[in-house]
């Protein structure tokens, strides 16, 4: 015991700023009382979604932007972007976590309340519904929110999920939703970091459990096996702080080193190579090993930390310039942050937003749907790409439009973060990029994340993702950034179709098909087994004998128009995937081999989206539909599924189209362009500021000289006026090639006073 003096008071007074004076004096080192509590280890000021964001800022207001067409925002009202930043409510904040599409957030009294979609119970109020405000959930310490589920610890360290359980990611040893917290039980729990699909915690005594998915080794305890409930991660070593991506995990020890785990194929881990860790593994700085690591983040495709000096670093995908390079979407190393001290990070899919050591916020990456806090380039009306160039032909994927000219130049941009523009990296683009290649192109044909292609010498190329053997390579191995021939089976190839994961190709003199990639639901058409194929199958015909005159493929299913080399009376015909009625024959049963189309018809055109589609009378040019109907893109005045065709519900004569996922869009006979299904993002192009989905044709402005149409997932272009392209919908993968999809340059996000 000491026993304090006033001469030790007037010394103390008089040597307070000396260093090392309280321990001459044999007192323990002195330090001034904090104004403020501390923050608590996981309790992020910044929350990133997959298309918005919410901050509190230091008086704990709670202010959200973007995206917000499922109450996401929390602003009791929904928008499909909500442009001005607006604050949430009256309450004070200290924390808040965001979902793909939902948030949470925890209020000054440990309240916590969830809000946005909650189609699986990720809200956990008990219900299904979707909330446009805050819901009270009970009250925790820290929050984590994973794609489709929720977790949180309370002050008592008792740790609860819920939500979606697919892979075991609630932990409680089931795959059962739920949709009310559910506790588990016989540990004490400090911490919670939520992935896509897997969840992470730190008990009471520093040690690290995972559970849930574990296909990429996330769970960090040397399998791939995923855990129904919490395994040990596979380390002696004992944590302060984990944070969750979409396959991976990354935690601080409590000696300040970090490290992390699972899916590598971005380089989120850090480490130096491609390959994924099966356990906890350093990241290195210069080849040191720093032991003053203070803060980390992870999402989707890529980490970000930061050390005591405020100094961060970022690696992993930046294919959007989220992390404030120049697109490149693998990075295998950390990265210094753009100059300047950061206090907080938080990482979207394809976003990120920083606070400096000032209070002053910045995000940069992807901006489609207003997620860096300034008006979003999503568009509702035809914009013209940024390029002069006339075009012969158009396409379009997911997120990727393709063109080709004159000449045979091929060119695509948009997605790219699997190679599937073929520029030889995987980059996005959001302006038009050659593709590589030596011979020009007949066509392209982009996909979900890979495009195939006809050279002009008649041969196929395929690249881009390859984990499903989409590319025909005979194996599955990740990528091919570039063009990669395939080998065809027959004399050569005059068409070909590419669905979200299957490939077939028509030969140029028997007509016949041969498709490759995964058969899961026999959407190759020969045989029923479900064995993949990862190079083109055995050819066969139609029914009949005759050959294929056109093929449409959507995502599990194939269509195609017999006839050979023109459609001819023998109809059409669909196999694959059946659950929404996609085949068109009247039933719900899968098939694995062509079953006819109830159609009567000769058909002209036929184009497949995702889960439906439709084809056009080569006599009459009137159009009937068929599949999911769930936004109304068969345009027959209803949002109800059909097991037949159904026509169009218009008197306009039809001479081509393209369905999208989930909307349809086809050119008249005077070469006007009509719309109709979804509209979530504008892609529809009718200029409509409430999005409405519409279930009858649509006309998308005034114009009369449309001469393509391509639909992706929500983005649509067209080429008019002798070649002129044009686009519109969603913007937030650069597929507008407007040039706007992105920016690497942080954006300053002015907050409401």
């Not at 032991?291 to 005591?308: F, K, M, R, S, Y």
């Not at 194939?558 to 996609?582: E, F, H, I, K």
């Amino acid at each position: 015991m000491v026993k304090v003096t006033v001469t030790m008071v007037a010394l103390l007074g008089a040597c307070a700023a000396l260093a090392g004076c309280d321990l001459l004096l044999g007192l323990d080192e002195l330090k001034p009382l904090p104004t403020t509590p501390p923050p608590v280890v996981g309790q992020n000021p910044i929350a990133a979604g997959y298309g918005h964001t919410c901050f509190v800022n230091s008086d704990g207001a709670l202010f959200c932007w973007g995206e917000n067409d499922l109450g996401q925002l929390g602003l009791d009202a929904l928008q499909y972007e909500d442009d001005a930043i607006a604050k949430v409510g009256d309450a004070t904040w200290i924390a808040i976590a965001a979902g793909w599409y939902h948030t949470c957030g925890l209020q000054t009294d440990h309240s916590l309340w969830c809000w946005g979609y909650n189609a699986v119970g990720q809200l956990g109020d008990g219900t299904t519904t979707g909330r446009n405000a805050p819901v009270q959930i009970g009250s925790a310490m820290t929050v984590a929110t994973g794609t489709l589920h929720t977790c949180a610890v309370t002050d008592a360290g008792v740790l609860s999920c819920w939500g979606d359980n697919t892979y075991g990611q609630l932990g409680d040893g089931t795959m059962t939703m739920h949709e009310s917290p559910s506790a588990l039980s016989g540990t004490t729990w400090s911490q919670v970091a939520s992935g896509a699909y897997h969840t992470c915690a730190i008990a009471a005594d520093a040690t690290m459990s995972c559970w849930g998915n574990n296909d990429g080794g996330q769970l960090g305890d040397g399998s791939v096996t995923p855990h129904p409930a919490p395994a040990p991660v596979k380390t002696t070593e004992t944590w302060s702080q984990v944070a969750a991506g979409a396959q991976h995990t990354c935690g601080i020890t409590t000696a300040g080193h970090l490290r992390c785990w699972g899916y590598n194929g971005y380089g989120q881990l850090g480490v130096g190579v491609a390959e994924s860790q099966m356990e906890p593994t350093a990241v290195l700085i210069g080849g040191v090993d720093p032991d003053d690591w203070v803060g980390l983040a992870a999402n989707g495709e890529h980490t970000c930390a930061w050390n005591a000096q405020q100094q961060a670093y970022c690696w992993g995908d930046s294919s959007r310039g989220e992390l404030g390079g120049d697109g490149i979407a693998v990075n295998m190393t950390p990265m210094p942050y753009p100059s300047g001290s950061w206090a907080s990070i938080g990482l979207g899919i394809h976003h990120l937003c920083a606070l400096d050591g000032n209070d002053r916020l910045y995000c940069v990456g992807s901006r489609g749907w207003g997620q860096l806090g300034n008006r979003g380039t999503s568009q509702l009306a035809p914009v013209a790409a940024s390029s002069s160039t006339t075009w012969a032909q158009l396409s379009a994927g997911t997120a990727t439009t393709c063109v080709i000219d004159s000449a045979g130049d091929g060119s695509c941009g948009g997605d790219g973060q699997f190679g599937q523009i073929g520029t030889g990296s995987r980059t996005s683009y959001s302006t038009l990029q050659p593709v590589a290649s030596a011979v020009g192109w007949n066509q392209l044909a982009p996909a979900d994340e890979y495009t195939c292609g006809v050279n002009g010498h008649n041969s196929v190329a395929c690249w881009g993702d390859n984990a499903l053997g989409s590319l025909g390579l005979g194996s599955t191995l990740d990528y091919a950034t570039s063009p990669t021939g395939v080998t065809l089976p027959g004399s050569g190839q005059a068409n070909l179709v590419v669905g979200f994961e299957q490939t077939c190709a028509r030969d140029s003199v028997t007509y016949s098909l041969a498709c490759w990639g995964p058969n899961n639901t026999g959407q190759l058409g020969t045989t029923a087994s479900s064995t993949p194929t990862f190079t083109p199958g055995t050819s066969f015909a139609a029914p009949g004998g005759e050959g294929w005159a056109s093929v449409g493929a959507g995502l599990g299913f194939t269509c195609a128009l017999a006839g050979s080399p023109v459609p001819d009376s023998s109809g059409a015909y669909c196999w694959g995937r059946n659950d929404m009625n996609q085949l068109g024959d009247g039933s719900s049963n899968e098939a694995d081999t062509p079953t006819a189309v109830a159609l009567v018809q000769t058909l002209g055109a036929l184009f497949t989206g995702e889960y439906h589609s439709c084809a056009i009378d080569g006599s009459t040019l009137h159009m009937s539909c068929w599949g999911n109907n769930s936004d109304g893109q068969l345009g027959n005045n209803t949002f109800d599924p059909t097991s037949s065709p159904v026509a169009v519900a218009s008197s306009h004569l039809w001479i081509g189209g393209a369905a999208g996922s989930y909307h349809t869009c086809a050119i008249a006979s005077d070469h006007t362009l009509y719309c109709w299904g979804n509209n979530r993002r504008g892609q529809l192009g009718n200029g409509d500021e409430t999005r409405m989905a519409m279930a009858t044709p649509t006309q998308v402005g005034s114009d009369t000289d449309w001469t393509a149409v391509a639909a992706g997932q929500y983005h649509t272009c067209g080429l008019r006026n002798g070649g002129q392209l044009y686009c519109w919908g969603s913007n937030d993968d650069g597929a507008l090639l407007d040039g706007n999809g992105w920016t690497t340059e942080l954006v300053q996000v002015a907050l409401p006073p």
